[in-house]
């Protein structure tokens, strides 16, 4: 139990964390818990989960994605536009649009891996070309309206369960198999732990890190193309609020954002806390400042109790030894 | 390091490895001699003092930001929290200054003290919790964020108009924003002289050989996540001359222009490296981007794809540099 506990501390800790604050809203808040709105809660966090399954990778990899909010708005805006609101041009569409996605994230991973610059800066370049392209291609205009199978896709549902949250359960069990099961995934734990180390083990570290990369702009890419589904078309600006919510839901799933740990299990609570939170604060009548201030303690809180600082604590405070202490 | 011996080839070899540490400003300052060659050659009246008064005004916010960002860079830290505190200093400003002078002056003076207050907490937080920097600062810029939006939720509030005149009044034919811009550079040459930005430079070379020489890491975090803060809330009562408003969500736009403009002036991300004058001009850089899309008459859209490239032209620049010094060494 104490292995456990020790080994993935952070990740229960998500999970407390989320069914608290579950049973806090519940109490504040009655009507939460019924079913419409867990199923609008849980659709919400679907599209944190999937744009956060890219950044886990790359997080775990010791990168970090700042490219995700428009690659996924271009994304959406080209799904759009190039459907204009049909269903059968999706057909190609839609390979097109994730692949433009990964071919993104392949430049990302290319100049970071191949040219050595640092992934803030590679992805922060691509983030802003990307938003300078799309509002040319655009010239600012709305775009159509989403495709009827986009929007059953996002805010329809098979029997009581909404189908983004199948596609969503179907991504995590992927996703979960490919870092623990995986070659790929060991290679990735060994470059986010030591990128030298790795690379001296014989670890492929270019073409993982380049593969990461891609993953991201995939799954951004994929939310992109379903979220005007959600918000009935797509807008200039609907990818902004991922960038801090991606990053926030790795973080309070207890990923190090050095890289080398965390597992996509953790993010699904990270994105899970962060949805339950937006909900939560209408209904004990806070306003949107307010929520801004929880998200931030809520960040604070949970990467001190993950850090080794912390841990350090825990491990007096349970005369648990197993846990290391690097405060050497 | 005996000149006085070196050989021919030896000089070279120096000289070469001068060349190529200062590639990345150097690779910068043709940048910006371009866009401004290319400005002037397509507008009327570009090389005079008006012109220039106007862009340092342009300019100001975005350098004042990125002059806390390059010490957190130097440190080898990152800064994200500044967005949160420059919404904050512009709302507090239009909130409580009031058109009393000596009203404005104190507030002023808290907003500057409330920026390097929580830049050393963020300092605190960084060291004691030895948490990321990353993650911290995104924390706070939150909190901050939110507390801006708490204290003014919608743009709006108002600013004196003799505050609103400080960027637009010359003295000697240069605009106070100008002068500022002398102030700043010669700071800059003071400071990092002294022993505090000697420690923060060596910090961010190696925090462990800094540790081990005697440093206190703890006490340098808090000092260079403070300043970073103070700068910010100077950027914050800078833009309210420019905007003569607050704004909850203002900040935000510079959070990552600032980091893009130390990045383009050779500072490095990993620590130890950079120069303000960089900064300025990869600051000047990014601002003057705006005027070019404006004299080549296309659409305003494609200055992001410019800023984007320029970004990458510069940082490639950098790296290869740098491998090519590693080379060297070997």
Known sequence: MTAIWARHRPILLAYLGMLLLLAVTAVFSPGFLSESNLRSTLILAAFVGIVGLGQTMVIIGGGIDLSIPWVLNSAAILMALLCAGQDLPLVWVVPLVLAAGAGIGFLNGVGVAIFGVPPIVMTLATNVILQGLILVYTGGSPSPSAPAVIKFLAVGRIGPIPVIALIWLAL???????????????HLYAL???????????????????????MSGLTAAFAGILLPGYSGQAYLGMGDPYLFTSIAAVAIGGASILGGSGNYLGTIAGAMVLT??????????????????VYGIVILLTVSIGSDAVAGLWGSIFKNRNIRNPGE | MTTAVTTRPGRFVALRGRLLNRMPFLVACLMLGLIVVIYGALQRGVFTFDELNLDTAAA???ILAATGQTIVLIRGGIDLSIGGMISLGTVIAATRFGTDPAQVALWAGI???VGFGVGAVNGLLISVLRLQPFLVTLATWSILNGVAMLILPTDGGSIPGWWVDFSYNTFLGLSNPVWMLIALILFWYWFRAT?????????????????????????????????????????ALYLTTQTSAGSPTIGKDYILPSVAAAVIGGVSLFGGRGHLLGTI????????IGNLVFVLRVSSHWQPVLSGAILLIAVLAGSIAEKSARGQDQ
């Open chain 1, 172 to 186: 995590a069990v992927l996703a979960t198999i490919l870092l623990s099961r995986t070659a790929f995934g060991r």
């Open chain 1, 192 to 214: 986010g732990t030591s990128a030298t180390v790795a690379e001296f083990s014989g670890v492929p570290t270019r073409r993982t890190t380049i593969l990461t990369y891609m």
């Open chain 1, 276 to 293: 339950i939170l937006t909900g939560l604060l209408p209904a004990l009548n806070l306003s949107s400042g307010a929520l801004l201030v």
């Open chain 2, 60 to 62: 100001m916010t975005l």
């Open chain 2, 111 to 113: 907003i500057l003290a």
């Open chain 2, 195 to 235: 022993r505090l930005g000697i420690t923060i430079q060596a910090t961010g070379s190696s925090e462990k050989s800094a540790f081990l020489s005697g440093v206190s890491v703890t006490r340098v975090n808090i000092v260079t996540y403070g300043l970073s803060g103070f700068f910010a809330a100077a950027a």
């Open chain 2, 281 to 288: 001009v990869g600051a000047f850089i990014l601002t003057l």
